[in-house]
């Protein structure tokens, strides 16, 4: 008996986010002019997004995953180092590879590979909690991506690999020890990372994070413009397409990193309410997963997935909230960005198969 | 291996529960978060959003006009093209700076470097616009538009700027005007100034800044983020600034620059029964429509540190000493006191002792016995030394300020004082007690005593129209954009000199002499078509041992005077020239003061002849 539950209550989210995504994003983009184009792509996206999610539900077997964990890892591996080789640099950072008419953004693959190779090198330890040794050859696999990552630069995507790695490390139950260490030394490097890591427009929007009236038409811009398109849109909303902080283009980045902004200047408390329910009903269904797993690779890669889509709508959304600093973490399914798009239907897609393949197992 | 992977497996879920708790915590965290800023905050965040969409443009408005006599355009307006740069629209990262000096850069003819250090500077100040550009041809103009939406920073106004159809003509008179200093804006010199407005820095542009600036109009614009305008919401067009009409007679100024051409002076010509300046000219000359278009530091230093002052108003702002022009003052000053009369006489030869310090004449071998009259056709010093000794500098200070002398004219351009010395001024500024032998050197013009020419040109009105002192004005009358008349003003009478009808027909009757009688000063430059009368000067400017045969340099070679008038029976004109280190008043200064007599009366004879016919 093959029991779909997890797939059709998984599916019927994924829908209503993805319409409300696109309905969004068209309002963001339809007065753009020549990027009102970005709508088209991402409803092919969209839709590469969804045969992605079929296949990995209906055809693959999630424990293949663990087969090829290491081949997996390793070509993104190549794909990142050939960002920082052979690509052009678009607004100061390396961050896309073309190929033909499309164009890749490897370090939002680089979210769902670290997923997957945590998890399998977790999976296979022989004892309840994770040593040191195996706590730094898992912190050695997450370092090589993040350091490529930090290169291109694009630290939002480096950042939220480490935070995937940490949760990881808290699912398969890394000695508590490790952890309380790790942040000792993360508190005491941060002034020298501070001081001599950070370029000067990562500093600035720090800085703008804290106190945003003192720049109000540099860094802070962003912080205060995002409040104003949100508080603007009070209970109700302002309606579909109605939004003047979007219309007039206040808001920049809106079609992706603040995309969250433009949905509540439209749609008000109600509809920020709705969507919250729904992603908060896809980590739910996540987690439901990760409890009915039978084995540690599987509940592993269900927790990590739940992780990733997890944290990314969390800091995107506090970020447009003014929470966090502006960092480039896309909201899952909204965001424009093809390769997100990608990795996160494909990420359901596993998630799913692991909820339902486990009666198909316990069959055998 | 299977069972402790169940085991294990059970043990790591533990981990599920309190990982539920803690996203739901934080998703509570945002959801409170959304909830203050829409629901408690909503309002006030609705209000700002509606403001970020609103901008208010000042459409600035033609400055109004300036006409001479006769209809005469000396200053208006021609639509320009200006770029300006919004430095808090600039983009902050270098790349993007680059692109803007790179586009700039043909534009504004500097360098790349160059320019990306000026655009830099100029977010120190990121609130006020800058001028980029003014005048920009239409090359320019189609250029710049069409790559306008890659560059927010930068903007086309269309604003009508101030043009100077004649140049120099009557520069001093009209002032200048240029963009408002940072230093203007702040002090709040000029009321509801913007940063990209045009204001009067001197003259008449100046005087009547306010009159003239007229009202802005607003603009009410839809814009967004980046500057760009969506739509015009409402428009209130702006009232252009109101006109003057100045008394300026513009022939005769030109005529008085011509004259003054390549010499440093000035020259005030006004009528006598008004007061109304009809020319008023200093020398060097400045072409004020280069202040409007901007000039270079190195122009701008140039001209300001031209040892020339040609920025300098001479014929206000010039304190010269006027020498042999005040003795009528003196003279009056004595028959008023009463201390000499008409046939008082003196004798003179060649020098005055007081104590053991000789004061000597001009003319070294003396003028014999002299009364007044002939004192003033010969201008003998020695005379005017008895003459001060008997009045007493109290008594001369005192008439002289009665003259006009030591206090400002009231014309509507920047003047200077003068100094009237006397005890008190002296004890003031010098600590010492007053000298007799000074007050002999104030009663020919000389010593501390400095005056302006338009003080000189007030005083011998007052002589050629029976002793009425008028203040000397420029402006006829102030319209609005539309001809209504505003203002109209009227001679300003400001008082009388103290003396009686007689006492100022013996002087008038003097100054006729000097340039009529063959021994008058004048006389040998005198015009022959019509009667002038006046009073020659020749003011020391440093006393020098002189020795002869020796040259002297040109910086310390005396002043030239004229102060006259014409026709002598029916004065239609008062004409008072200076000519700084123009050496001797009959000389250098008497014929141009004839050439000006001469080219007005006949054009004035002609003018009414044709409106007779």
Redesign the interface.
């Given at each position: 008996m093959k029991s779909k539950e997890n797939f059709f209550k998984v599916t019927i989210l994924l829908i209503g986010i993805v319409v409300i995504g696109l309905l969004n994003l068209y309002s963001a983009t339809h007065q753009l002019g020549t990027k009102s184009i970005l709508f088209k792509k991402q409803i092919c996206w969209t839709f590469i997004g969804f045969i992605g999610f079929f296949l990995f539900y209906f055809i693959l077997d999630y424990r293949k995953i663990h087969l090829y964990a290491y081949h997996i890892y390793f070509s993104i591996i190549s794909l990142l180092a050939a960002v920082l080789v052979i690509s052009p640099k678009i607004m100061?950072a390396k961050r896309w590879l073309s190929v033909g008419m499309i164009t890749l953004q490897p370090s939002e693959l680089a979210k769902l590979t670290i997923v997957i190779i945590i998890a399998r090198f977790f999976s296979l330890s022989?004892?309840?909690q994770q040593g040191v040794k195996s706590f730094l050859m898992a912190g050695l696999l997450t370092l090589i991506p993040f350091i490529f990552i930090v290169l291109e630069p694009d630290l939002g995507t480096a950042f939220l690999l480490l935070i995937l790695f940490a949760s990881l490390c808290?699912?398969?139950?890394v000695q508590s020890k490790i952890l309380i260490g790790c942040i000792l030394i993360a508190l005491i490097l941060s002034p020298f990372v501070w001081h001599y890591g950070l370029r000067s427009?990562q500093k600035a929007r720090i800085i703008a994070f804290v106190s945003p009236q003192k720049d109000p038409?540099?860094?802070g811009y962003h912080v205060t413009?995002s409040?104003?398109?949100?508080?603007?849109?009070?209970?109700w909303g302002k309606g579909f397409l109605k939004g003047?902080?979007t219309q007039?283009?206040?808001?920049?980045e809106h079609y992706t990193d603040f995309i969250f902004s433009v949905f509540?200047?439209e749609w008000?408390?109600i509809g920020?309410?709705g969507l919250?329910i729904l992603y908060?009903g896809i980590?739910?269904s996540g987690?439901k997963i990760?409890?009915k797993?039978?084995?540690?690779f599987g509940?592993?890669l269900a927790?990590g997935i739940t992780s990733m889509l997890?944290w990314q709508t969390?800091i995107n959304?506090?970020m447009a909230?003014?929470?966090l600093p502006v960092v480039g973490v896309p909201l899952p399914f909204m965001s424009y960005g093809g390769s997100a798009v990608l990795t996160n239907f494909i990420a359901l897609g596993i998630l799913t198969n692991i909820g339902d393949k486990k009666l198909i197992a316990s069959k055998k | 291996?299977p069972l402790?992977?169940d085991?294990?497996?059970e043990?790591?879920?533990k981990?599920?529960s309190p990982?539920?708790v803690v996203?739901l915590a934080?998703?509570s965290?945002?959801?409170l978060?959304?909830?203050y800023?829409?629901?408690l905050?909503?309002?006030?965040?609705?209000l700002?959003?509606?403001n970020?969409?609103l901008e208010v443009e000042s459409i600035p408005a033609p400055r109004g006009r300036i006409f001479a006599s006769h209809g005469v355009l000396l200053a208006s307006n021609r639509p320009c093209f200006c770029l300006l740069l919004y430095p808090?629209?600039l983009p902050?990262?270098k790349?993007k700076l680059k692109k803007y000096a790179v586009f700039l850069s043909p534009i504004l003819n500097k360098t790349q470097g160059e320019i990306i250090k000026f655009l830099k500077d100029s977010l120190h100040c990121?609130l006020s616009p800058i001028y980029l550009k003014k005048k920009l041809t239409w090359p320019e103009v189609t250029f710049i538009e069409s790559h306008s939406y890659s560059f927010p920073a930068l903007k086309i106004i269309s604003q009508p700027l101030r043009y100077y159809p004649y140049h120099s003509l009557a520069s001093h008179i009209l002032g200048y005007v240029s963009v408002i200093t940072a230093k203007q804006l702040k002090s709040g010199t000029f009321k509801g100034a913007e940063p990209t407005d045009f204001v009067g820095q001197m003259g008449i542009e100046r005087t009547f800044q306010k009159a003239l600036s007229g009202e802005k109009g607003k603009r009410y614009l839809?814009?967004?983020?980046?500057g760009r305008i969506?739509r015009t919401l409402k428009e209130y067009p702006p009232t252009p600034g109101d006109n003057l009409y100045l008394s300026l007679d513009v022939s005769l100024q030109r005529k008085a620059e011509a004259e003054l051409h390549g010499k440093k002076g000035a020259i005030v010509v006004l009528d006598p029964s008004t007061g109304y300046v009809l020319a008023l000219a200093s020398s060097p000359k400045f072409d004020p429509n280069l202040f409007v278009k901007g000039m270079d530091q190195k122009t701008w230093q140039r001209l300001l540190k031209n040892p020339d002052h040609p920025l300098q108003n001479r014929a206000t702002l010039g304190l010269y000493p006027p020498g042999s022009v005040f003795k009528p003052v003196t003279a009056l000053a004595g028959l008023y006191y009463k201390v000499i009369t008409p046939s008082t006489t003196v004798f003179c030869n060649g020098g005055f002792q007081l104590g053991n310090r000789i004061f000597r004449c001009w003319k070294p071998g003396g003028h014999g016995w002299v009364n007044l009259k002939k004192a003033i056709i010969e201008s003998c010093d020695v005379y005017f030394y008895q003459l001060g000794l008997w009045l007493g500098i109290d008594r001369l200070s005192n008439y002289a300020f009665k003259c006009g002398f030591g206090q400002k004219t009231g014309i509507e351009l920047a003047e200077k004082a003068g100094i009237v010395p006397n005890r008190t001024w002296k004890w003031k500024y010098m600590r010492r007690r007053w000298q007799k032998g000074e007050t002999l050197n104030i009663a020919i013009g000389q010593g501390a005593l400095v005056v302006t020419p338009i003080q000189i040109a007030q005083f011998f009105a007052a002589l050629a129209n029976g002793g009425k002192i008028y203040q000397p004005q420029l402006l006829v009358k102030i319209t609005n954009y539309k001809g209504k008349v505003i203002k109209e003003t009227t001679p300003i009478l400001k008082g009388k000199i103290p003396a009686s009808p007689r006492q100022l027909q013996e002087i008038k009757k003097a100054l006729d002499g000097v340039m009529n009688y063959p021994s008058g000063t004048g006389y040998r430059s005198r015009s022959l078509k019509f009667r002038m009368a006046g009073k020659t000067g020749t003011a020391q400017v440093v006393s020098l041992p002189k020795k002869k045969g020796e040259k002297i340099a040109d910086l310390y070679k005396d002043h030239a005077w004229f102060a006259g008038f014409a026709p002598v029976d029916k004065p239609q004109m008062v004409i008072v020239v200076l000519i700084e280190h123009g050496g001797h008043g009959g000389a250098t200064a008497v014929p141009i003061a004839r050439d000006l007599v001469n080219f007005y009366l006949s054009k004035k004879a002609k003018d009414t002849t044709f409106k007779k016919k």
């Open positions: 100061g022989e004892t309840k808290y699912f398969s139950k427009y038409y540099g860094m413009q409040a104003i398109a949100i508080g603007s849109g009070k209970l003047t902080q007039l283009r206040f808001l920049p509540a200047e008000g408390f920020c309410t919250i908060l980590i739910f987690l990760c409890q797993t039978t084995d540690r509940y592993l927790a997890f969390v959304i506090a909230l003014g929470l | 291996m402790n992977e085991q294990i497996l043990d790591w879920k981990r599920l990982t539920k996203i934080i998703f965290i945002l959801m978060r959304l909830a800023l829409q629901i905050k909503g309002n006030d965040y609705f700002k959003a509606e970020n969409r808090q629209k902050w990262d790349e990121p839809e814009v967004d983020a980046l969506l």
